[in-house]
């Protein structure tokens, strides 16, 4: 009898060790995705504060007194550093319109980026306001990616 005991301790306590192998699956599955936001997030905060320093840089260059030659081609580097970067891990996910991409860089780029031509621009300049415009549509596009995919 008391094998027959033993044998029906064991049956009602398989189903509670199934339930705790099941919650730790549950709890570690949870707990990584939140690990995962929580890195994407700090990476698209990070990639945040480099747009808005190339931004800063591309209006301090056309609105300096000259053309700066080291300048334009650091902006150069730099804005396909930036798309290069939405390559990577963890932004290859994010739907990122190549239209986009070519805004934010023909608003540099595309008028008085040509040392022959450049005049320095005021303030309320359709160019700079053209740069600010493009890097806000890319900021709010990898937002709205971010949200689709975490939240």
Known sequence: MCHYSSNSQLLTQVPTWIIIIIGWFVV?????KRDQRKDTRERLDQYGLGLRTLEEQAIKFHQSS???????????????RCHTKLN????CSF?????????????????????????CQPANSPILGNIANAFDELENQLEKEYERIYL
């Open 66 to 80: 000259s053309y700066q030659a080291d300048d334009a081609r650091r902006l150069l580097f730099d804005i396909q």
């Open 95 to 119: 739907e990122v319109s190549p239209a986009l991409r070519k805004q934010l860089r023909q608003s540099i780029t595309l008028r008085n980026f040509d040392a022959s031509k450049f005049t």
């Open 28 to 32: 570690h599955h949870l707990s990584s």
């Open 88 to 91: 990577r891990h963890p932004f």
